[in-house]
Nanobody, 119 residues
């Protein structure tokens, strides 16, 4: 089991930047994939960005070139740097972690952090 705690959300004007943090309650070395998802009102949760244990990253087309996912294994923390924010980026952002242990898959979610981008 692992707890994920997001922080860094808030209200920002269009064109601004925010950095989200996701702190895990234990080492993230065992996590196969960690990532960020978001859910806007009335919409389904969607993938924003992921990073694998090997450091490979993947981004939704809508955020490519604007968002950057990174991690600090020494701090058990994953980050999402968001630049050039747009009103359509407004959503609750969730941290996710996935690990495969002894042939079983485990997925974990944080409680979410609100990001609001004003026009």
């Amino acid at each position: 089991q692992v707890q994920l705690v997001e922080s860094g959300g808030g209200l920002v004007q269009a064109g601004g930047s925010l950095r989200l943090s996701c702190a895990a309650s234990r080492s993230i070395f065992s996590m196969n994939v960690m990532g960020w998802y978001r859910q806007a009102p009335g919409k389904q949760r969607e993938l924003v960005a992921t990073i694998t244990s090997g450091g490979s990253t993947n981004y939704a087309d809508s955020v490519k070139g604007r968002f950057t996912i990174s991690r600090d294994k020494t701090k058990n923390t994953v980050y999402l740097q968001m630049n050039s924010l747009k009103p359509e980026d407004t959503a609750v952002y969730y941290c996710n972690a996935y690990e495969r242990v002894a042939g079983l898959n485990y997925g974990y979610w944080g409680q979410g952090t609100q990001v609001t981008v004003s026009s």
